[in-house]
């Protein structure tokens, strides 16, 4: 497969994540802002969280001061200028696979296609602040569709393998991204275990990565910090957690097994290994935010080797044997 | 302007409905009213969401549109078909021959039939080339031989397109569509199938491919995303199932082509490109270019890669050389040519410069090198502002430009606001030459939606139809 094709792939699936999850931040911020807060400065405190966690705070900050509810969601949301927002997500995206429209099927286009006209649609319409939560549902849908419609056209081959990749590396960003920032806006909450606030906090939390479900399932009790933290970092069968996304990046990389790939495979391996066998316990131990932060330092530079190894049109000197020179004999 | 009379292909002057449109026409007649106007929103919506759009140069970056698709096709018969192709295949027939001489022997300027001038002096003549042996000695592996008609049996060859034709896919959409909307149609009508264009182009490449190659890794270079006809470069890419490149993706090494792959380079042997060739390689041509690939031309020459068009083709599709290809059929075939050319005035000669200045309202004034219909002076409809500021371009560069007369370009019916009504068409088949030359049965209409319009171009308002060859 062409090297920019891949990258394509690999960013294409990265984008629809991307947005996906940003809307999936922002509906929570939405939800946990109609509750009642007893937090100082509320609004501010509340908004800060979905441009700290999507890491767009600064250039929010530069335009508008202040989070407030409206221009975040705003910026967060329709924001051309803001690359992460979740315009810019499906614009890139849809440009993604514009170049590569070969390599995708047609079915994928035209879900990428259709979602950009109607995002359009709907900017144009001019989306109020009561209709976010529905516009989050929408693009939520539009990436479940676009996972789906890609399992089901496309040829299970390297194709499906980058495609695979990005999505998995992005969704792993955002869990460690959301589950560090709102750990540490809801811990001091923590003697409240049990009470209305810390129940409606948590769950918000355990909804913006569809986990909510999933808890209640697993633990079948009230929820508690640790068990968030075991849930969305170490359990392999919780679709959004670190371990899950981690077992798809290695298998991913195992299938395209390029020659150039090692130390990308050494590198999930690694990560990998590391949640496998990990304990909740250790990592509260060595501390949350550190052990997330190194994860992401690690996700970030597992990203990089995996562009140098597959997605960068690379410098092949050492692939060609250079002709042999003839040496002058004295 | 003395009004000329339009040959209308549905319907006879005394107002019946020629016979290969009969059954179309009894069709038509028991469709409820608005059934055309809903199917071509249904249409649109179609073409919407497969992405099937154009960009036009001059406007906003990334804005993308439609090319206005019309609902009733344009039906030939097989007999009429027959006559057009046999035509239009010994016409490129001698484009290849006149190509290959000029890039080796020179034996038409031997032979004085055209002059050393008008081809060695010709800014589409490629040195580079002369000398250089391509397998099966075709040039132009893709034509788009325009055709225009003005009687039942009388067509005029518009200009030949030997460089980078586009405008296929809108061929094979045109008739998935079409089928899509009206499957009855195609129960009671037996048209030619079109369909399997994509693998007759895999088979031309690959028989385009070096002589020793003998699995070729076939691909199709695009100068990106950004370009004009990017649908069609992918769409042909994918229905070939080839990887589709642009520049960035190739590199050159020891005069052989390679492709970045996440495998490591891959060697590819025949490029379908739809670069021109002033972009192709910065080391040979434009030296600005970013989107062609350095050191492409000295791999081609060498014989390691085949480019499809060749370089330098542009030296036979010149408006200028076109007056000269009757000559051509005649001298590298020994055959009559069976189609004509429109007349041509040359404004490099005095007489007929002077009497195309004397006579601009009536005539149509192209530029010797222009394309897609920009930059021509269309007498009869333009003001007369229009008209003296296009007579001072002629008397600046005189030979830069060649006239015609204006021709009634024939009329299909099609629909319009008001209902269905005649519309100028023209035609363009896309013609393929490997070891053979072939076409498929059909090819381009497009249609001049405004009433009364001539110009086709997509990039100037036209639309498109189905093209329909029955069969016997």
Redesign the interface.
């Given at each position: 497969?062409?090297?920019?094709?891949?990258d394509n792939l690999f960013w294409m699936a990265r984008h629809i994540e991307r947005a996906e999850n940003t809307a999936r931040v922002l509906d929570v911020a939405h939800r946990s802002s109609l509750l009642p807060l007893d937090l100082d400065g509320s609004e501010a405190y509340l908004w800060y969280a979905p441009l700290n966690i999507t890491g767009c705070a600064q250039g929010y900050e530069e335009k508008y001061g202040l989070a407030r509810s409206e221009a975040v969601t705003r910026y967060m949301a329709l924001d051309p200028e803001n690359p992460s927002s979740i315009y810019s997500c499906l614009k890139m995206a849809r440009?993604n696979a514009?170049?590569?429209?070969?390599a995708i099927t047609?079915e994928m286009?035209?879900i990428i296609?259709?979602t950009w006209?109607e995002l359009n649609r709907k900017v144009a319409s001019d989306i109020s602040h009561e209709q976010f939560p529905e516009f989050f549902e929408w693009v939520k849908d539009r990436s479940h569709l676009f996972r789906g419609v890609t399992l089901g056209t496309i040829l299970k081959d390297?194709a499906l393998s980058?495609i695979k990749l990005g999505t998995f590396l992005e969704r792993a960003d955002n869990t460690a991204r959301i589950l560090d920032v709102k750990y540490h806006i809801l811990l001091p909450s923590v003697n409240d275990v049990g009470g209305a606030a810390d129940y409606y906090q948590w769950g918000s939390l355990l909804k913006s990565v569809s986990a909510f479900e999933a808890y209640r399932k697993t633990y079948r009790d009230v929820i508690s910090p640790q068990r968030v933290a075991e849930l969305l970092i170490l359990r392999d069968d919780m679709p959004r957690s670190l371990h899950a996304c981690m077992n798809e990046v290695e298998s991913a990389l195992i299938d395209?097994n390029?020659?150039?790939g090692r130390e990308a495979r050494r590198r999930a391996g690694e990560q990998h290994a590391d949640l496998h066998f990990g304990r909740i316990e250790d990592v509260i131990a060595q501390g949350l935010h550190e052990y997330l932060s190194r994860f992401l330092v690690q996700t970030d530079l597992l990203g990089q080797e995996i562009r140098k190894a597959?997605l960068s049109?690379?410098d092949?000197s050492e692939?060609?044997i250079q002709?042999l020179r003839s040496v002058q004999m004295q | 302007m003395p009004k000329k009379t339009t040959f209308n292909e549905m319907h006879a002057d005394d107002g019946s409905v020629r016979e290969i449109y009969q059954q179309y026409a009894a069709w038509l007649a028991t469709l409820p009213e608005g059934t055309l106007e809903r199917k071509t929103a249904e249409a649109e919506l179609l073409f919407r969401r497969l992405g099937i759009t154009f960009a036009v140069y001059g406007e906003a970056a990334g804005s993308e549109r439609l090319i206005p698709f019309d609902v009733v096709p344009r039906i030939f018969g097989a007999e009429e078909w027959r006559r057009l192709e046999q035509g239009i295949k010994q016409r490129v027939k001698a484009l290849n021959a006149f190509l290959h001489d000029i890039y080796h022997d020179q034996e038409i300027i031997k032979a004085g039939i055209i002059s050393a001038h008008q081809v060695l002096d010709n800014a589409m003549y490629r040195p580079e080339m002369q000398g250089v042996d391509l397998p099966n000695q075709v040039y132009a592996h893709i034509a788009g031989i325009d055709l225009v008609r003005v009687a039942q049996n009388d067509f005029y060859v518009l200009e030949d397109n030997l460089r980078t034709p586009s405008g296929v896919s809108y061929m094979l959409e045109n008739r998935r569509t079409m089928m899509r909307l009206f499957p009855e149609l195609f129960a009671n009508h037996t048209v030619e199938p079109v369909e399997h264009y994509p693998q007759m182009l895999l088979d031309t490449l690959r028989e385009a491919a070096p002589s020793h190659v003998s699995n070729p890794v076939i691909v199709v270079m695009t100068p990106g995303a950004y370009n004009s006809a990017y649908f069609e470069h992918a769409f042909l890419a994918s229905q070939m199932g080839v990887e589709l490149v642009e520049g960035q993706d190739l590199f050159v090494q020891h005069n052989k082509v390679y492709m970045h792959t996440t495998e490591g380079p891959q060697q590819v042997h025949v490029i379908y490109r739809r670069v021109d060739d002033d972009f192709l390689d910065p080391l040979a041509f434009r030296p600005d270019s970013a989107l062609g690939v350095p050191g492409l031309l000295s791999a081609y020459c060498s014989g390691n890669v085949v480019l499809a068009n060749g370089v330098g083709t542009g030296v036979a599709d010149d408006k200028s050389t076109y007056l000269y290809v009757p000559d051509m059929i005649r001298f590298y075939l020994g055959e009559a040519p069976l189609l004509s050319n429109v007349p041509t005035w040359r404004l490099s000669e005095a007489d007929d410069l002077k009497y195309v200045l004397d006579n601009l309202p009536e005539l149509v004034v192209k530029e010797v090198q222009g394309s897609g219909g920009y930059g021509m002076l269309v007498g009869p409809t333009s003001s007369k502002a229009e008209i003296e500021a296009y007579r001072q371009r002629i008397l600046s560069e005189p030979a830069n430009f060649i006239a015609q007369p204006t021709l009634a370009l024939s009329n299909c019916p099609t629909l319009v606001e008001s209902g269905v009504a005649p519309r100028h068409v023209d035609l363009r088949p896309f013609v393929l030459s490997g070891k053979q030359v072939r076409l498929v049965p059909g090819g381009l209409t497009r249609v001049a939606l405004t009433e009364g319009s001539l110009v086709v171009n997509s990039s100037q308002g036209g639309g498109t139809k189905d093209t329909w060859v029955l069969e016997d």
């Open positions: 497969m062409l090297s920019r094709t891949a440009e514009r170049a590569v429209r070969g047609s286009w035209e296609n259709a006209l390297i980058f395209i390029g020659a150039s597959y049109c690379r092949y692939f060609f002709p | -």
